[in-house]
Structures are given as C-alpha cells and as structure tokens.
C-alpha cells in the first residue's frame, strides 16, 4: 500500500533528477510518524513501569505478572461465558477426579481468551478463578 501511496506522489523531474515528494505523501508520512511515535512512547511508559516495580522490591517475577489496567482492560469489567462454553467448562471440568478441578484452570482460560478473540482480559482471568 505505501509503495502504491509512494510511487502515486513522487514526481521526478527530467531535467535534474531529483525527486520531489507531493504534499499528500507529506502529511500521510507525518502522520504516520506521529502514530508511530505515539506507540512508541506509550510502549516506553509501560516498561517504565515495569521496570520501577521491578525495582520497588517487588521482584523482577512480580513486576512481570503485573497487568496494568488499561480503559478496554479492567478487573471490574463484566464478563462471563456464552451458553455454549458454560457447557464446554462443564464438560472441561468434569474430566479431571474429585479434589483435582482446580487442574482445569489452563483449558477453561484457553477457552475464554478463544471466546473474547484472541486475547484474554482481566475480567476473563478473575471469572475463570472463581469458577
């Protein structure tokens, strides 16, 4: 796509040979970086954080169990199972023996992460433990 978005507004001229960049790809460049930066600072503001509770005396294996709660990731969101995956947990859980359910903990976040599109929030992680 930005090879298509280049090739479309670079203008090259005969006479000198240089290349001149129209104001579209201009501004598509620039906010692009802009975008690209944003991330980038964002990704350095979260290690940050990672890195300061490392450091707090939490322990380098704590600060890398920390979820930090973002506005589409929070513990106190409401989730639960669909109908179809309450009968999945039960099916899951009744396969492991008596004193032993806890065991089923893996499977059933495996399949609430399947069930919320890839990736496993906060509020999936509680429900599962309490199931």
């Known amino acids: 796509w930005y090879q298509r978005r280049v090739r479309e507004a670079v203008v090259s001229t005969q006479s000198t040979g240089h290349y001149y960049i129209t104001n579209n790809l201009s501004k598509m460049l620039s906010s ?3 975008r690209l930066a944003k991330n980038t600072v964002g990704q350095a503001a979260r290690c940050l954080r990672t890195t300061a509770m490392a450091q707090s005396g939490a322990g380098p294996h704590n600060a890398l169990l920390t979820h930090l709660e973002e506005t589409e990731n929070r ?3 409401p989730w639960d199972f ?3 995956n309450k009968e999945r947990c039960k099916g899951i859980i009744a396969q492991y023996p008596d004193g032993h359910q806890q065991a089923a903990a893996i499977p059933l976040l495996d399949l609430a992460q399947r069930q919320h599109g890839g990736w496993l929030p906060l509020a999936a992680m509680n429900h599962v433990a309490q199931v």
Do not use: G, V
């Open 75 to 77: 513990a106190d969101m």
């Open 82 to 84: 669909t109908d179809d």
């Open 32 to 34: 692009h970086l802009k």
